[in-house]
RNA sequence: UACAUACUAGCUCAGAGGUAGAGCAAUCGACUUAAGAUCGAUCCGACGCGGGUUCAAUUCCCGUGUGUGUUACCA
């Protein structure tokens, strides 16, 4: 054996050893559990950064933990290809999307690899792939044949001087296209829609059922579908027959209503504004539409509005009250219009007292009247006064009553109202899976028939930046037969959102060569749910509801019987570099690459100035990145994961620092020099059953390693302390003064079983060096000896009044009054009590006497 | 603004109603021409702040401060 750890020659030996032998293959027939552990896929943007890696880490540890504790385990890895950056790359270099994309992909596969991670490859698969796509745009179809795909007018962003159409995340802050610069305009087109919100309800309720999720992901989502429960209430127009729809949550406000307004968007503002006021209504929607979204949401911000002129009837009391309109209105919420209550809602309050508008008073708390004018609105519940029949009833049960009255009357009922809307889909843009749908002037929207799937994308394509999706450029591909009746029909030149791509690759893992069907059902039913999913916290809210969508979506169409995608999620935090910023300037120039700065005297290299050290998220543009691939040659794989693992829980951020990185390489230099000196010394064969107490300490150490890394890697992983276990074991083994008993060869084995997951690398190396020919990755994960765990003696602590006074060594497991009568007359205890009336003594079995005194 | 979450050694993090704990860093010594590696030893704590419950609170409860994240007028 060598005496040195050179980590870059057994990293490629084993994972040659390992490809050779299948280790990472699923395996296919076996009675054993399955355990499912997946990372989320990456955008294959050219390299791997420290953020991937610390994500596959994670999962790869649990991978190779699971398959020793006895599961079937399916590790699958794959590529989430389509998206902007690829067709970016076209426009800028002209490169095809589609080669782009490829060499990215072998690229990062060959980094995967040398990072050692125990990936089945086999069953990987690319969502740019034409065999991946074909069955997206089959899972298309059906929510199509499900009524779940429709198509709207809707907004996009539109950019005048490009002639096209521009995704949310290339309009920046103020407004403006990334590529251009030009004033993003709003343009209505036809878009394809998802109806996620038919299935709000149970997106919602069944949050519940994760308990393997973080609270704050469940909150952020819940937020996110924002269930309001209230009433739909209709105020007619004086002097029309058309009516204005509210929605709000407080009907029994009803009777306090005093005005009503519109969005500046509302159509239904040009029909109710009077003659003499259209100029004035006119040029305040043209402001309010000039205005960026932040400027209008501002909190700062004075609500601001106006009145139409126009009237209408609070159908509960038969008043009069005025229509405004006002920026405080969002017309996408709701009907895009509320009720004024001023007296019961704080913003309401603030427009009234701001435009002079009446507040009614029609809740007060038990007990009050009234009479005295409100300073602030009063929002909780009370009493219901000023509303006709309804006064003296509490304000809880008033809003049910209130709606019963409302409905019997026809000018109201209850409503359920949600923030989450229906899921945009459409993107006019190429390198996406195109939507399979033909339009035809008879038959109008014909899904293409499945035995013409995919659609694929056709390649000779010019790619401009400039005017419409280069698909629709493309006449001969456009212009097809309609499938149904034959007459000349186009196809859909819009792609679908990445994030539909997504929503199901998990589900194609489990049957990724199948060319017949999207997956075998035995198959996806057998492997889903996933048990551990692992990945970015930014994807708490889109990526991840939007597979639990398809999943229930999936599952009505019964192609599957299960109600969840995911068992158990993990967010891991990011990682950050060390990073170096000039107070001084501003914008981007403010940071300072660290390969322009000496450590040790930070400075800015231009000016000189001293500059200030933080840890920031690694990005390019900060210059504090660590490269993968320069840690992994400096100090090998196995230093990089214990170091990712070690040094912060997975679900916080991670500071990346070179010298604790070192330091885990000295305690993997520490645990070969050990197995070293064990593989050339002689061995013990000392076994005479009765064990000294070096070797029971030496055992206890032992089994409470095992005991507590399989503790800590139970439900939510804490890596960092599992590791901090094996340093423990490890330095119990260096000091156990019985290394030629055969409890030491049990530590020792324990000690590289246990790291297995952790560094499997050197594991392996050093399991094959103690004399073992099978993988230590085969190995059973280990039991614990409940009979090691047992002490002899315990250390006892005595207590008075609850201060601690002192420690005695007395025999284990004594019963109570022993434990006392030993306390009571201990030296310490002596000390403190005598003299004094005991009047309670509290004993705590092998861990303490508490004397009450009086 | 609401919600979530955190606050423990110089740093990163464990911990549990009952003696506060690991790793790294630091300091000193040994070895070395020197450095590194290694070995040995050492140091470190109002458990954010205030109150309550308890025989006993760092741990449970309430309030408060600070940081972080999501959300930003959702009617």
């Known amino acids: 054996m060598e005496s040195r750890y050179n980590p870059a020659s057994i990293e490629s030996k084993w994972q040659q050893t390992w490809a050779q032998d299948g280790l990472d293959r699923t395996p296919q027939d076996s009675d054993k559990p399955k355990f499912y552990a997946l990372s989320m896929f990456p955008y294959p943007s050219g390299n791997l950064h420290m953020g991937h890696v610390r994500n596959y880490t994670i999962t790869d540890a649990i991978a190779r933990l699971k398959r ?19 067709e970016n790359a076209a426009i800028d270099r002209g490169v095809h999307p589609a080669t782009w994309t490829n060499q990215n992909i072998a690229h990062m596969k060959r980094q995967l690899q040398q990072l050692g991670f125990s990936l089945d490859w086999e069953r990987e698969v690319a969502t740019c792939a034409p065999d991946y796509y074909k069955w997206t745009q089959w899972i298309f179809l059906q929510f199509f044949d499900a009524g779940l795909a429709y198509q709207k007018e809707s907004a996009v962003n539109w950019d005048p001087i490009d002639q096209t159409v521009l995704a949310n995340e290339q309009v920046d802050s103020e407004g403006r296209s990334w590529r251009s610069g030009a004033k993003v305009e709003r343009k209505l087109l036809k878009q394809w829609f998802f109806k996620i919100t038919d299935y709000a309800e149970q997106l919602l309720n069944d949050l519940d059922k994760l308990s393997g999720w973080p609270d704050r992901v469940k909150v952020m989502q819940a937020n996110w579908i924002g269930k309001s429960i209230g009433a739909y209430l209709e105020f007619p127009i004086v002097g029309s027959e058309e009516k204005i729809g509210v929605f709000t949550t407080r009907p029994d406000t009803a009777y306090g209503v005093t005005y009503v307004v519109l969005a500046p968007e509302h159509p239904l503002t040009q029909r ?32 601001r509005g106006i009145p139409t002129g126009g009237t209408a009837i609070n159908p509960f009391t038969g008043e009069e009250i005025p229509i405004w309109i006002a920026d405080y209105v969002l017309y996408e919420y709701g009907t895009g219009a509320v009720m004024g209550v001023p007296a019961h809602d704080t913003r309401d309050f603030r427009f009234a007292t701001d435009n002079q508008l009446p507040i009614k008073t029609v809740i007060v708390p038990e007990g009050e009247d009234a009479a005295k004018p409100l300073e602030a609105a009063y929002t909780e519940a009370g009493v219901m006064v000023n509303s006709g029949q309804f006064d003296g009833t509490p304000s809880v049960e008033g809003k049910q009553k209130v709606i019963e009255y409302a409905e019997s009357q026809g000018f109201g009922k209850a409503r359920i109202q949600y923030r989450l809307r229906d899921w945009l889909i459409s993107r006019q843009r190429y390198w996406g899976a195109p939507i399979p749908i033909i339009h035809c002037p008879d038959c109008g929207a014909v899904p293409v028939p499945e035995d013409q799937l995919p659609v694929r994308l056709p390649e000779d394509v010019d790619f401009s930046g400039k005017g419409a999706s280069p698909l629709a450029k493309l006449e001969n591909w456009v212009n097809v037969p309609c499938p149904s009746c034959g007459t000349p029909a186009k196809r859909e030149t819009d792609t679908m959102d990445t994030f539909i791509d997504s929503s199901w690759y998990f589900l194609r893992y489990t049957d990724a060569n199948n060319d017949r069907q999207v997956f075998d059902e035995t198959k996806v039913n057998d492997w889903m749910p996933v048990d551990q999913y692992v990945g970015g916290i930014e994807h708490a809210i889109l990526h991840l509801l939007y597979s639990r969508f398809f999943t229930k979506v999936l599952r009505d169409r019964r192609l599957l019987n299960f109600d969840e995608p995911f068992s158990r999620l993990l967010t891991q935090g990011m990682v950050q570099g060390l990073t170096y910023m000039n107070p001084n300037k501003g914008g981007k120039d403010k940071w300072i690459p660290s390969h322009l700065v000496d450590a040790n005297d930070p400075k800015d290299p231009q000016t000189g100035e001293p500059l200030q050290r933080l840890y920031a998220t690694m990005s390019k543009s900060k210059g504090n990145g660590v490269a993968p691939e320069d840690v992994v040659s400096k100090y090998g794989v196995d230093t990089a994961r214990m170091f990712i693992l070690f040094k912060a829980p997975p679900e916080k951020d991670l500071e ?27 061995k013990g064969t000392k076994n005479n059953g009765q064990l000294t107490k070096p070797e029971k300490d030496l055992r206890r150490a032992i089994h409470t390693a095992i005991l507590e890394v399989t503790e800590d890697m139970e439900g939510d992983y804490q890596f960092n302390t599992a590791i901090s276990e094996l340093m423990k074991l490890s330095n119990a083994l260096t000091d156990a003064p019985c290394k030629d008993s055969p409890v030491y060869v049990e530590g020792i084995e324990t000690l590289i079983k246990l790291m297995a997951p952790f560094a499997p690398h050197i594991a392996e190396e050093l399991w094959n060096e103690i004399g073992h020919s099978d993988s230590v990755h085969h190995q059973a994960w280990l039991e614990v000896d409940e009979s090691a765990l047992v002490v002899d003696e315990i250390t006892l602590a005595i207590q008075v009044m609850g201060k601690m006074r002192g420690t005695i060594q007395v025999p284990a497991n004594l019963d109570k009054t022993e434990l006392e009568k030993l306390a009571r007359e201990s030296e310490v205890a002596q000390k403190h009590i005598a ?20």
């Open 68 to 86: 020793m504790q006895g599961y079937r385990v399916l590790h699958p890895m794959g590529w989430d290809a389509f998206g902007l950056p690829a």
């Open 272 to 303: 109710v504004t009077s003659a003499d006021r259209k100029d004035a209504v006119a040029a305040f929607v043209k402001e309010v539409g000039e205005e960026s979204e932040i400027d209008r949401t501002a909190e700062d911000k004075p609500k």
């Open 835 to 854: 003299g004094k009336e005991i009047k309670k003594v509290i004993v705590v079995p092998n861990k303490l006497v508490n004397f009450v005194v009086v």
């Open 656 to 682: 990346w620092d070179d010298a604790d990185v070192e330091g885990q390489f000295r305690f993997l230099n520490r645990v070969w020099r050990l197995v070293h000196e064990f593989v050339s010394s002689p």
